[in-house]
């Protein structure tokens, strides 16, 4: 009798020990691994960075100063300025993939997280559903 107590009490801690991780330090690791994720993907993308020199010159071409005729400034200033638009557009595109893929990543760890929470709650949902008779209709 005493070793059916002792046994029932290992199972119940061992439920509890699982249970406790899960909604504990797992929990904590999975947001932790999708705040990570975040951070690389904003990272590799270089939001900031890209914003604040959405304007400058596309890769530095005609960076310099340049004096001289008026004709050869205003092909200088031409240049810059088609540059810049360039560079502009560049930076739009490679900033709106970036916010693209971070939402569509925020998205996606909001449902994982979602499914954390819950799966632990599927064995008592089958339970009851087998208990109140309801039998799934494959066909």
Avoid at 103 to 116: E, N, P
Wanted: with cysteine.
């Amino acid at each position: 009798m005493v070793y059916y107590s002792v046994s029932r009490y290992n199972e119940d801690m061992f439920l509890v020990g699982i249970m406790s991780w899960w909604y504990g330090n797992g929990l904590r690791l999975r947001l932790k691994m999708i705040g990570d994720r975040i951070a690389r993907t904003n990272d590799y993308f270089s939001i900031g960075l890209l914003l604040s020199t959405l304007f400058s010159p596309y890769r530095q071409i005609s960076a310099g100063k340049v004096s001289g005729s008026l004709s050869v400034q205003m092909h200088t200033f031409v240049d810059r300025l088609i540059s810049r638009v360039i560079g502009a557009i560049v930076r739009s595109f490679m900033i709106l993939f970036g916010v693209i893929t971070i939402c569509l990543q925020a998205v996606s760890g909001a449902i994982i997280l979602f499914f954390w929470i819950i799966i632990p709650t599927f064995p008592v949902v089958g339970l009851l559903a087998t208990v109140i008779g309801w039998v799934p209709v494959w066909m």
